[in-house]
């Protein structure tokens, strides 16, 4: 791929592209906020593997109801803030470089150099076509993070409702159907990961990033 690097944009400067500030600040957003959103999938998938190994212990010893409902919040909770930093950084990683490429787009005709034009809008259809397919592709992570949260919360209304024994022994189906979403997440972090790491080899590097 024909990068747009840090000289391009300089050269963009000096001949007086006014949208260069612009272009640059959301191209250094896009860049942080993938490897942010990298470190989060790692992040993801540990607090998964600890939420699953607690999950299928509480199965095998639930305990009273305080106790039962005092690990489960502990654990949605854990998985409510990996879950939203997740959502978080991808957001702002497909909104920063949405605005990166429309920038491009809509300034490169400021050129008059077609050759250089030409290279601009290749570039910045590769990257359009780069987050399309990354935002494709990692949208069924979160969603399954938000079923198994659905399910959290349907074991706090039971328990609401009835606080005994009995019922944490009939919330303990739902503990199952939470692991199995938990491993749905998991399953698909790594095309979702594979993804983002092919959309990060084709945005440019700030100036600051050697």
Do not use: W
């Not at 990068?3 to 007086?16: D, E, K």
């Not at 989060?40 to 409902?69: C, H, M, W």
């Not at 930093?85 to 005709?109: M, N, P, Q, V």
């Not at 399954?144 to 019922?167: C, H, M, N, V």
């Amino acid at each position: 791929m024909r990068n747009i690097t840090t000289a391009l944009l300089i050269a963009i400067a000096t001949v007086g592209f006014t949208g260069c500030s612009s272009i640059q600040g959301h191209s250094e957003s896009a860049y942080t906020s993938a490897a942010e959103t990298s470190a989060n999938y790692d992040t993801l998938s540990r607090t998964i593997d600890n939420a699953k190994a607690r999950l299928q212990s509480i199965r095998k010893a639930p305990g009273g109801p305080e106790v039962f409902l005092k690990n489960i919040d502990e654990i949605d909770k854990t998985l409510g803030e990996a879950g939203d930093a997740l959502k978080d950084s991808r957001e702002s990683l497909i909104s920063s470089g949405s605005e990166h490429t429309r920038l491009l787009d809509a300034e490169a005709d400021k050129f008059a150099d077609e050759e250089l034009v030409k290279g601009i809008r290749a570039n910045a259809q590769e990257l359009r076509e780069g987050y399309a397919a990354y935002e494709q592709e990692s949208g069924s992570t979160s969603e399954s993070i938000d079923l198994a949260r659905k399910y959290f919360e349907d074991i706090r209304r039971l328990l609401e409702l009835s606080r005994t024994p009995k019922s944490v022994e009939s919330c303990l189906g739902t503990v199952v159907k939470i692991e199995d979403a938990l491993s749905a997440a998991k399953a698909k972090i790594p095309a979702a990961k594979a993804s983002l790491e092919k959309l990060r080899k084709s945005m440019p590097k700030p100036a600051t990033v050697s």
